[in-house]
């Protein structure tokens, strides 16, 4: 498997309150992609990361923040969460070039009461 | 910005049976993947299908794809209950971004 590890697993948090989900790898891949899993809308991008301090945004990045200041970590902030934003949150990692597949980290079941 | 669409979104077989997951996306893209998830697990790669006519073979699952009709299919031969789970396919581009369909959720039934 790879080295992915997702934090907290599982989370309850208060509308409008901020929330930041970490991502650590140990495979020292360039590119980390956080994506929601959503029933009827399969994965959906959020934000990824192509190296150090440099992200940029995915199809439903209302919301969110990311930041990522070393190679092994990603996280993903939701500024002001709201109910909307309860979801599967899985982290993915790839190496550069043709033909590499995203692995993916376990998930992080977030729910916003 | 690609799109990915996934048919059908449930599929119930019964054992032994074949049957075909279709999944068209929007635009150019020689980089398609296929992904199994469990429930309440993470997503497993199956198969990478990097150019025209390629095809893999796993077991009972076999993907081909289709650059031209931007179409990939997921074939499932003699369908077994140890099968049963949701199948993403996904497209990337060259930015390395990966775009995922709705996904096919299989049920075999004995």
């Known amino acids: 498997d790879a080295g992915i590890t997702q934090s907290p697993r599982h989370k309850v948090t208060e509308t409008g309150t901020p929330v930041t989900l970490r991502c650590h790898q140990t495979e020292n891949h360039r590119y980390m992609y956080w994506y929601r899993q959503d029933p009827g809308h399969g994965l959906r991008l959020i934000h990824y990361?192509?190296?150090?301090?440099?992200?940029d945004k995915g199809e439903v990045s209302d919301g969110y923040s990311v930041s990522r200041s070393k190679t092994e970590d990603f996280l993903l902030t939701l500024e002001s969460a709201t109910s909307s934003q309860t979801s599967v949150y899985f982290c993915?990692?790839?190496?550069?070039?043709?033909?590499?597949?995203?692995?993916f980290g376990q998930g992080t079941r977030l729910t916003v009461v | 910005e690609l799109k990915v669409e996934q048919n059908p979104l449930f599929l119930s077989m019964q054992e032994g049976k074949n049957y075909t997951i279709y999944c068209n996306y929007s635009?150019?893209?020689?980089?398609l993947y296929w992904y199994r998830q469990d429930p309440g697990k993470s997503l497993e790669s199956l198969f990478v299908?990097?150019?025209?006519?390629a095809v893999k073979q796993e077991g009972r699952l076999m993907a081909s794809l289709d650059t031209k009709a931007r179409l990939s299919t997921l074939h499932i031969t003699a369908a077994v209950h140890d099968l049963s789970a949701t199948y993403f396919c996904a497209a990337s581009n060259t930015g390395n971004q990966f775009y995922f369909g709705t996904g096919t959720s299989l049920t075999v039934i004995p």
């Open positions: 635009t150019t893209s020689d980089r």
């Open positions: 993915a990692i790839s190496e550069a070039g043709k033909g590499t597949e995203a692995f």
């Open positions: 299908l990097l150019s025209n006519g």
């Open positions: 990361s192509y190296g150090v301090k440099d992200t």
